[in-house]
């Protein structure tokens, strides 16, 4: 979904309004937050983040399975699959399984360890057991109590922080802050800005581990796109920030399309990004999580094929710290 403007605080109207329904949803997201969660047998690291929106969690999960495999261990994914049909447990493969079996982020988090797709995160959770994991590292489900988790590392986009501190749907916050921080085990703020000031001290007042970390675009992918002017597209939660990328690393992007979180793109959308590009010589370009939502799609075969994703990787700049903190909770 697009974040509306008045999330971010420019319009208190709105969110006032909207008050007494923030309350009711935030008094129940609470209320499930605080229950006991069952024992996977195994340890579990959860990066979630606290409102809704993206804010670069599987690029963190992607990080800390490294970081796992790295010191010998054998991490599995777990994820809810959103937007895929199959409700799981499933153990994905990406060369049979599509985005609208699976999702998109899973069918990027398997290309690097054993993935496993559940919308029952218990059962879930002892299907990648099943796969030989030692480790389970959850993409998103923060807030979901199912499973005991043995370190929540919460991933804040550096720009928008957390809004205007309101619980959905007067803001973006999915839970009232506090019950959140609570259950958290370390803040990642992802990028720079000032949105994420009022975070960062509630944080230091809890004791809470702070780390700061950046997208990197990977080198290669970049220098290919610099040949040409581009036509950029991306259907993630906040597309714009994909479009800054590119022009602060001095892509010339002629033209931006913005498309919903985990848009599922049409024949016809593709067709269009197409003719368009080629009507004016630009090159296509996307996110790595839309373009694994093109493969294996009919009608979006010619995107797929035409469109350069941008991978990135996360750099976090207290690395040695964070390490020592994933590999704690593995332990």
């Not at 290309?111 to 030989?132: E, I, M, Q």
């Not at 550096?158 to 959140?180: H, K, S, W, Y």
């Not at 004016?280 to 996307?286: K, M, P, R, S």
Request: charged share 25%.
């Amino acid at each position: 979904m697009r974040e509306p403007a008045f999330w971010s605080g420019s319009d208190t109207l709105l969110s006032t309004v909207l008050t007494p329904a923030a309350a009711l949803y935030g008094a129940i997201a609470g209320r499930r937050m605080a229950r006991p969660g069952r024992s996977a047998g195994l340890p579990v690291i959860c990066i979630g983040n606290l409102t809704l929106g993206g804010a670069g969690k599987t690029p963190t999960a992607l990080a800390v399975g490294r970081i796992l495999a790295d010191a010998g261990h054998r991490p599995g994914f777990l994820s809810r699959g959103y937007g895929g049909r199959l409700a799981g447990p499933v153990a994905v493969d990406p060369r049979t399984h599509t985005a609208a079996d699976v999702g998109d982020e899973p069918l990027l988090l398997a290309r690097a360890a054993s993935t496993v797709v559940a919308r029952d995160r218990v059962a879930g959770a002892r299907a990648a057991r099943d796969t030989g994991a030692d480790v389970i590292v959850m993409d998103d489900g923060f807030q979901n109590p199912s499973l005991e988790k043995n370190l929540s590392v919460i991933v804040v986009d550096g720009a928008r922080g957390i809004g205007n501190g309101r619980v959905f749907p007067a803001g973006p916050l999915r839970a009232p802050l506090d019950e959140q921080l609570r259950r958290a085990g370390a803040i990642l703020i992802m990028g720079e800005g000032a949105g994420a000031t009022a975070l960062s001290e509630a944080a230091e007042a809890r004791g809470l581990p702070l780390f700061r970390g950046r997208l990197a675009p990977d080198p290669q992918a970049l220098a290919a796109l610099r040949e040409r002017p581009v036509l950029a597209f991306a259907g993630i939660g906040d597309p714009d920030k994909f479009f800054r990328t590119l022009e602060e690393a001095g892509i010339a992007v002629r033209s931006r399309r913005a498309f919903g979180d985990h848009h599922r793109y049409t024949p016809e959308e593709a067709a269009a990004l197409i003719g368009d590009a080629a009507r004016e010589g630009w090159t296509l370009a996307t996110t790595e999580k839309d373009w694994v939502r093109l493969q294996g799609m009919p009608g979006l075969e010619a995107l797929a094929q035409q469109a350069r994703p941008l991978p990135v990787r996360l750099e976090i700049e207290t690395a040695e710290a964070f390490r020592g903190l994933v590999l704690s909770a593995a332990r």
